[in-house]
């Protein structure tokens, strides 16, 4: 959203170097892009691998490049080349951030470690997330969003009892990329109050224990040992899936007004004196009772004329789509939450997520597309300085 009384960008004038790879850190500078900052996209001169991941056209791009590398300049730099190192030293003499999600080697190796970048420009901001943090046994290896939510126990509660599993989305990610753009913004207002730049780290584990800690806290203290319910929420109830005639519906009954107006509904005003289900931690003990009631209540209704009775008696609840669902969504489309971006190659433009933020009155960067493979490279060198011979034997010796 383009705010109406600010003619300035947030981040505008905040150039922001990405050498991410996948999720976390592209994903980091794509969220301070769609708030102005100039994003340059630095990958390997045949492209880096998250490029390609889920293709959606005959070459490139990969439908998650499209999302985590909207409105970015594009790049390509052979960092571990002499003459890709000094083109790294004017990068950072002229950035204010570095974003990277890449082990500590490799980048000492390509000269981005914060030592390196510090002693190029003192108050640079490096912001990093790994995959286990700094500092323990697990440190030096290498992980993904998987491994997040099994370690937190967030797998181990999902699916059945019997077969653990993570969802198909990569939530731990996509969390710290939110975290890792929210303390690069705390870092860069440090730095307007004191001139200092810093690093920022985050990991993907410490992201997975957050969103899970209340189910660490509850086993702590209690003992409790829970295990796998499906969908059914075991702290509260009944909140669950729940088969309609035409499809499937969620619907969460959390915290006594909920209930109250819920058992009505049902016709099962009784059950607010029923000591069986006196708090959420009742209801979440005896939840098959009332999922069952719930499951009797759905069974002869379509999804429409359900979640019409559920919204009218004030009872969170939504259809459980498929994702050519969602793309159909009326409410989806009003809100404009999905923005259709063309790209070459593509048979039809694609449909990338917008900001989830928006702000009422300050203006934000205009979305526009992932860059092409190596689109800017000339362009951005141009702006370091190199003349246009220069790039044209940088290229020929592949440092680009």
């Not at 189910?215 to 309609?244: C, K, M, N, W, Y």
């Not at 016709?267 to 289900?277: A, N, S, V």
């Not at 003990?285 to 559920?310: F, G, P, Q, Y």
Request: glycine letters at 10%.
């Amino acid at each position: 959203m383009t705010g109406e009384d600010s003619t300035q960008a947030l981040l505008d004038g905040i150039r922001v170097l990405d050498f991410g790879r996948y999720i976390a850190g592209p994903f980091c500078a794509a969220l301070l892009a769609d708030l102005g900052a100039d994003v340059i996209r630095i990958e390997k001169v045949d492209g880096s691998e998250d490029r390609y991941f889920i293709p959606v056209a005959e070459s490139e791009p990969g439908a998650l490049f499209l999302q985590a590398n909207r409105t970015k300049r594009g790049m390509t730099l052979n960092p571990t080349k002499p003459g890709g190192r000094d083109v790294v030293r004017r990068l950072v003499a002229a950035a204010d951030v570095v974003v990277a999600n890449l082990p500590g080697g490799a980048l000492m190796s390509m000269g981005i470690d914060y030592e390196s970048l510090a002693a190029i420009k003192p108050d640079i901001i490096l912001t990093t997330v790994d995959a286990f943090g700094d500092g323990g046994p697990w440190s030096d290896r290498i992980g993904f969003d998987g491994i997040g939510q099994a370690m937190s126990g967030a797998a181990y509660l999902s699916g059945d009892p019997d077969a653990p599993s993570k969802t198909y989305v990569q939530w731990v990610d996509f969390a710290s990329a939110a975290l890792a753009s929210y303390g690069t913004m705390a870092a860069v207002l440090e730095r307007e109050k004191t001139g200092r730049g810093q690093h920022v780290r985050g990991s993907l584990l410490a992201t997975a224990l957050t969103i899970s800690n209340s189910t660490l806290i509850e086993q702590s203290i209690l003992d409790i040992d829970r295990r796998a319910s499906q969908s059914r929420t075991q702290v509260a109830g009944p909140s669950d899936v729940f088969a309609t005639s035409d499809g499937w519906i969620i619907a969460q009954i959390i915290g006594a007004p909920l209930f109250g107006r819920w058992a009505n509904l049902m016709g099962e005003g009784h059950w607010l004196t029923d000591e069986r289900f006196r708090d959420d931690r009742g209801r979440g003990d005896h939840r098959d009772v009332l999922c069952e009631r719930m499951a009797e209540w759905c069974n002869d209704k379509s999804t429409v004329s359900a979640l019409d009775e559920l919204a009218t008696a004030g009872i969170p609840a939504g259809p459980v789509y498929s994702p050519q669902q969602t793309l159909e969504d009326d409410h989806i489309a009003a809100l404009g939450l999905l923005q259709p971006m063309e790209y070459p190659g593509l048979t039809s433009p694609a449909p990338v997520a917008s900001n989830p933020i928006e702000f009422g009155v300050t203006a934000t960067g205009i979305p526009t597309r992932a860059p092409l493979l190596g689109e800017h490279t000339d362009e951005i060198l141009a702006e370091l300085g190199y003349s246009k011979p220069e790039i044209d034997g940088m290229r020929a010796a592949r440092v680009i």
